[in-house]
């Protein structure tokens, strides 16, 4: 009866001539270097199978620091190399859907098998899959090293892709013209965020490559990494980029609405200003008292009404000359 670490594992095994895929088996596959020139790639979902994790590395001989690494899931980004096998830790942007969530991925390597351990079901290595069954390219004449190589590189190019795809900068072109509600700051901040998020898994993965391009062990190829590294590097330029230019248009942004602002407050002002010496006298002259003797007077209204317009147009013009509209 199949165990669930079985049901969660795949096994792929291929040369320059035949491959085979199928469902993981603990006895027909439980031997990872198969001794011969095939190359074995073993795919497992799951961290929570402890005992099939000693199963597999005292059954292939392998390192037994190897159980201590596999056992902790918050290993975050480390590369180690050990007598004969290489130990990755790397945590992953899962991006197959816009809910970005983080997972932490492990990999054994030597030079003929790559053990692959994903947190998380799902990934997005299909197309390397076709390319070994079809036998197209050179990976079926390459050993695990390259192998590795095209996983990290699948990883680099979905998060390019997928960044593309959620962080669009040219919508913020328009944030000029945007009132600064809540629903819109809402909005930016989402924004940064998920670039935040690419920014750090990105930080994460060239440090993993970094390492690999210096790595001394038997058997294993460090030099395809010196291209990835430069994907990696390019990827994180472009968010460097967004980030400076997201960050330039929420500035412009607010100053913009600040300017608004300023010129609604100036107009207000100019206003009262006007306003208030009329508002004085209109007060004065609106007192109850009974002698108040301009009031007898025959034209008393007009004469209090020309100095008003006196006055506004005097304050008018004194404006008008500190140009202060």
Known sequence: MATEFENNTWVINYSQESY???????????????????????????????????????????DDFLLRLLLNP???????????QLFLAA?????????????????????????????????????????????????????????????????VNNYKQKYEEMVIMDDLVYTTKQEPTPQFMVEVEQKKAIIHQFKKAGHGLRDVVVKLES??????????????????????NEIESDIQELESQINLFFSIQGHRLNEVM????????????????AGIYGMNFEN???????????VLLGIMIFVAVVTIIIFKRKKWF
């Open 215 to 236: 790595v001394e062990v038997k058997g294993f190829q460090n030099k395809y990494f010196s291209e990835l590294r430069e994907q990696v590097n390019g990827l994180l």
């Open 91 to 155: 945590r992953i942007l899962k991006t197959e859907d816009n809910e970005l969530e983080a997972e932490q991925m492990f990999f054994v390597v030597a030079k003929d098998f790559v053990w692959c351990i994903q947190e998380k079901q799902g990934d997005h290595f299909d197309w390397i899959r076709k390319r070994i069954f079809d036998n197209k390219g050179i990976i079926r004449k390459k050993k695990a090293d390259y192998l590795l190589f095209f996983i990290l590189e699948t990883i």
């Open 74 to 84: 918050n290993l975050g980004n480390k590369v180690i190399e050990l007598e004969d």
């Open 20 to 62: 085979y895929n199928r469902k993981f088996s603990l006895e027909a596959d439980g031997r990872l270097s198969k001794g011969d020139k095939t190359i074995t790639w073993v795919n497992t979902y799951g961290l929570d199978f402890p005992e099939e994790f000693r199963k597999m590395v005292l059954g292939n001989e392998l």
């Open 266 to 281: 100036k107009t207000l002002t100019i206003f009262s200003v006007i306003f208030i010496p009329l508002t004085f006298l």
């Open 292 to 302: 108040i003797p301009e009031l007898k007077w025959a034209h008393g209204y007009f």
